[in-house]
């Protein structure tokens, strides 16, 4: 099995700054039969289900706003807020779909500080 | 649009079973894999199996296998999952969602709750 690994698994930021959330596999997630990474971004807010943030490890699905970023390729990759907002403050998880059983990491939970 | 409507919360007591509904609608079913991840009071995401809506062959995490049954109606676009002998650990919020290889839907989610 891939085993996802994220960091920190909290971090509180200010209002307006940036967050950075780091996601390590085990092996390389990038697929030569797509020539892509298969890593998943999520957003989880409190009482809802898991919401798309960014797939292919760096394409942002449509109307999540530009200050989601993602970055990466083979085995290490990041979540980036570049100014974060309240409406933000959620776990996030990235998840790799490289192979089966799909896995997800243990989640990072962003706070305001 | 695309939904993944989700059956309603279930409390059942140890070692009996649970079948979770998931109807869809805004899509062709049969062209994609339903998912089905769980997640634990408190805890992250965990992968349950999935199930391809055209030909209904099964993949299911180790964990789960000879406990969990997955099933679709393509008639009535419905995924279904069935987990069995249930303990304390198995208490937990049950997600379907589509792959469209990432997952770009999911159901709302239902409570399973575990308990004598």
């Known amino acids: 099995d891939i085993v996802m690994t994220q960091s920190p698994d909290s971090l509180a930021v200010s209002l307006g700054e940036r967050a950075t959330i780091n996601c390590t596999s085990s092996?390389?997630?990038?697929?030569?039969?797509?020539?892509?990474?298969?890593l998943a971004w999520y957003q989880q807010k409190s009482g809802q289900p898991p919401k798309l943030l960014i797939y292919w490890a760096s394409t942002r699905e449509s109307g999540v706003p530009d200050r989601f970023g993602g970055s990466g390729s083979g085995t290490d990759f990041t979540l980036t807020v570049s100014s974060l907002q309240a409406e933000d403050v959620a776990v996030y998880y990235c998840?790799?779909?490289?192979?089966?059983?799909?896995?997800f990491g243990q989640g990072t939970k962003v706070e305001i500080k | 649009q695309v939904q993944l409507v989700q059956s309603g919360a279930e409390v059942q007591k140890p070692g009996a079973s649970v079948k979770v509904s998931c109807k869809t609608s805004?899509?062709?079913?049969?062209?994609?894999?339903l998912h089905w991840v769980r997640q634990a009071p408190g805890e992250g995401l965990e992968w349950v199996g999935c199930i391809n809506g055209n030909s209904g062959g099964t993949h299911y995490a180790q964990k789960f296998q000879g406990r969990v049954t997955m099933t679709r109606d393509t008639s009535s676009s419905t995924a279904f999952m069935d987990l069995s002998r249930l303990t304390s650990d198995d208490t937990a919020l049950y997600y379907c969602a589509r792959e469209t290889w990432f997952y770009d839907s999911w159901g709302q989610g239902t409570l399973v709750t575990v308990s004598s």
């Open positions: 998840q790799q779909y490289c192979g089966l059983p799909r896995t």
């Open positions: 805004g899509y062709t079913f049969t062209d994609y894999h």
């Open positions: 092996q390389s997630v990038f697929h030569s039969s797509t020539n892509k990474n298969h």
